[in-house]
């Protein structure tokens, strides 16, 4: 085992070099199908040839079901979970251990889910990116973590929490013309892609309460928190809340597809909420510049050469990426009035 200064070693390799480490762990999927030409991995199940409305996407939610032993190589010396390790050594301004939902399966548009914890996730995912690291940095031969997942798309081979990932476009109808925003997520802060670009807003798929088992009322709180700065959100009446029915109201919303980060394992669904550019501005008026993760990067033309430079320029998650190149794909259809 290493010790904790060397583990602290790798680690700041780790958040020091995601993005280019996420580009070379491609190369250990080679079967494995990408999204749109990006890093972000998928299976073909997960992908619908266009942009399906999110209504059309069925949830339920049962028992979660065992999941095989992975082996763990990236723990310092006193240490039973890499959560735990994070926690005393490394740990970031936003580190809770909140339930989640945990995917189960997903065939055709109905998606299985059972209870997890956001921690499951770190515990696998970003112990394997920290092997990875190290193996980079010539301090282990072998990933025997990263060899007990097999198929990172394989929800029966380890946790996988979801992510919501949202484009979230504003559209003047009468020009045609569209903006997006990007989230600089602040390593200092954040447990998961710090240093890197990411489209706004993203949350793990949890409940404010145990009755709350729905996408669209997590995007809401996201929304709310990493766009207008509002505390988190942890109990949510949506039919008395005015900017959720304001939202709902407001917000024509699709899915493009689902994929794993090759470095973490992160899961994210790909999602883009195209609203009318003067419903927006009633919306968020007040749209923040920093949030409690990050810096928001605001009012970004939706052209090609911005969708060239995040997708293939600049240190941009995967899945922000892949959701970044499949919109621009099918942007006649996601803006058309």
């Known amino acids: 085992m290493p010790t904790s200064a060397e583990w602290l070693e790798v680690r700041a390799h780790l958040l020091l070099c995601r993005h280019a480490l996420a580009l070379a762990a491609v190369s250990e999927y080679p079967d494995v199908p990408r999204v749109a030409g990006t890093p972000l991995l998928t299976s073909p199940d997960w992908m619908p040839p266009g942009p399906l409305p999110l209504a059309d996407l069925s949830l339920e939610l049962k028992a979660s079901a065992a999941l095989p032993e992975v082996p763990v190589s990236a723990l310092p010396d006193g240490f039973g979970s890499y959560s735990e ?10 580190f809770q251990n909140r339930e989640t939902y945990r995917l189960l399966g997903f065939t055709g548009r109905h998606l299985t889910f059972g209870l997890g914890s956001y921690f499951d996730g770190i515990d696998v995912g970003e112990a394997c990116a920290h092997e990875y690291a190290a193996r980079e940095m010539g301090r282990i031969d072998a990933l025997p973590s990263r060899s007990g997942v097999g198929d990172p798309c394989d929800p029966r081979r380890r946790p996988v929490n979801v992510a919501i990932s949202t484009l979230t476009l504003r559209h003047d109808e009468v020009s045609g013309e569209a903006t997006f925003f990007l989230h600089w997520r602040d390593p200092k802060r954040v447990g998961h892609a710090g240093g890197m670009f990411q489209v706004l807003p993203v949350g793990v798929f949890q409940g404010s309460s145990e009755a709350d088992f729905s996408l669209w009322h997590c995007m809401i709180r996201e929304f709310a928190e990493e766009m207008l700065g509002a505390e988190e959100i942890h109990d949510a009446d949506y039919a008395a809340w005015p900017f959720a029915r304001r939202l709902t109201e407001a917000a024509r919303v699709f899915y493009l597809g689902m994929g794993v980060d090759p470095l973490t394992f992160a899961t994210d669904m790909l999602t883009v909420a195209v609203i009318e550019a003067s419903r927006f501005d009633d919306l968020f008026g007040d749209l923040v510049s920093h949030n409690e993760e990050g810096e928001v990067l605001r009012g970004l033309p939706f052209t090609a050469s911005n969708i ?6 600049e240190p941009t998650q995967a899945a922000g990426a892949a959701l970044l190149s499949l919109a621009w794909q099918h942007r006649a259809e996601l803006l058309k009035a």
């Open 308 to 313: 060239e430079r995040f997708v293939h320029h």
């Open 85 to 94: 390790a994070m926690a005393a050594l490394a740990a970031p301004a936003v």
